[in-house]
């Protein structure tokens, strides 16, 4: 077997992912299904010369990883279920702070223990939603190995971009199969590294001070700068501040610099499409048996497409709303109660043409499952 092809889990792929994209400290907590990325950076985080740190807990670990990134590296955490829970509150400070890092959620059962062994995708508003306040999130996922490594690095590029913690979605059964993932050149895949400021010590630096291209250039903490942070709203030296003009100021900034861009963050894959008077939207693991059943039907003259979702957040409505602008039907395919398809429903011309096939018991949606609400929808149709 080529060096550059490996045979290994959706979280050994992920790590690796990690590895390519510049990771140097990743600070976690064990815990099922996520906890193969933990193992495989501890090993092989260190020989690249990275930090590898075991927390007391998932608050511990956000808050580390937090405070790395500061310091100018390029950092990561993983969790699950109600690990992510916990890191709530810090993921909220790195919106405020503005700083750079991606958080791996590789979803189960929930809520509390849940399911832990089993798969889920139940987390999708969670990631949009879980910490306080006005805010914007950047949220990616992926339903192969190959993808998770893309994604993946993806995740550390847009975090340096638009200095904001990234989330990785990805699910147990992605995160537990093992299939062949080759490894890209060193120089293949663009990477973006961290915008330091060009100011010279001793001169006046504002860490919160954009450029005309939104980007904030920082400087690493504890280096030649001295600047204050907080996750209080703060003026552009990062001091406190409740001045109405400066906090709408920075409300709108931390939700525009993403929602302003989704044309750029949006990643998808589509399938189909061209002819298709039933269109499929789905993601994660239950993007591969509808993949499967679309290619079926398509060889008995069935017109179905995919579009598969690789960005969840921000939600790229205007790309959903342009390729099924012409399909009869729309059949959103989720391992919830139906998280993604009210999003879809929100930005089509009409909603009464979008339905939810899915399932919530732990085990992964089938071909035949798929089939059968398609069935069911067609015959409502009649």
């Known amino acids: 077997m080529s060096n550059n092809i490996k045979f290994l889990q959706g979280n050994e792929a992920c790590a690796e992912g990690a590895l390519y994209a510049g990771l140097d400290f990743f600070s976690g907590y064990p815990i099922t299904p996520s906890t193969e990325i933990a193992e495989h950076l501890s090993i092989n985080l260190p020989k690249v010369g990275g930090k590898y740190l075991q927390m ?168 030649s700068h001295r600047y204050n942070v907080t996750g209080l709203y703060h003026d552009m030296w990062g001091f406190p501040t409740d001045k109405p003009e400066a906090v709408r100021e920075l409300c709108r900034h931390l939700v525009d610099k993403i929602e ?59 790309l959903i709303r342009e390729k099924c602008a012409d399909a009869r039907y729309i059949v959103v395919v989720e391992m919830n109660m139906g998280q993604i398809v009210r999003e879809v429903k929100m930005a089509v011309k009409s909603p009464e043409n979008v339905f939810l096939a899915n399932r919530i018991d732990g085990e992964l949606i089938t071909p035949v499952d798929i089939r059968k609400f398609l069935r069911i929808i067609q015959g409502k149709g009649a």
């Open 56 to 223: 007391e807990d998932e608050i511990g670990a956000m808050c580390a990883i937090i405070g790395a990134s500061l310091t100018g590296h390029k950092v990561m955490t993983a969790t699950s279920g109600p690990g992510f829970s916990l890191k709530q509150e810090a993921i909220g400070y790195a919106v405020m702070a503005e700083i750079p890092c991606v958080v791996v959620n590789v979803q189960r059962g929930g809520p509390s223990t849940g399911n832990p062994t089993h798969v889920s995708q139940g987390d999708v508003n969670q990631a949009r939603w879980g910490t306080h306040g006005d805010h914007s999130i950047i949220t990616l996922t992926a339903s192969n190995h190959q993808d998770v490594f893309a994604m993946t690095v993806e995740a550390f590029n847009l975090a340096e971009t638009y200095r904001t913690p990234v989330i990785l979605l990805f699910d147990e059964v992605v995160g537990h199969m093992r299939e062949k993932l080759v490894m890209p050149e060193q120089d293949e895949i663009p990477l973006v590294g961290r915008l330091r400021t060009d100011c010279k010590e001793g001169v006046d630096y504002h860490p919160y001070l954009p450029r005309e291209d939104g980007r904030l250039p920082m400087s690493d903490f504890g280096g």
């Open 260 to 318: 302003n861009n989704v044309h750029s963050i949006t990643r998808f894959k589509e399938y189909y499409l061209d002819d298709a008077r039933t269109i499929f939207i789905s993601y994660g693991s239950a993007a591969r048996p509808t993949l499967h059943m679309v290619e079926s039907r398509r060889r008995r003259g069935e017109r179905l497409g995919l579009l598969e979702l690789q960005t969840l957040w921000p939600f790229p409505a205007g």
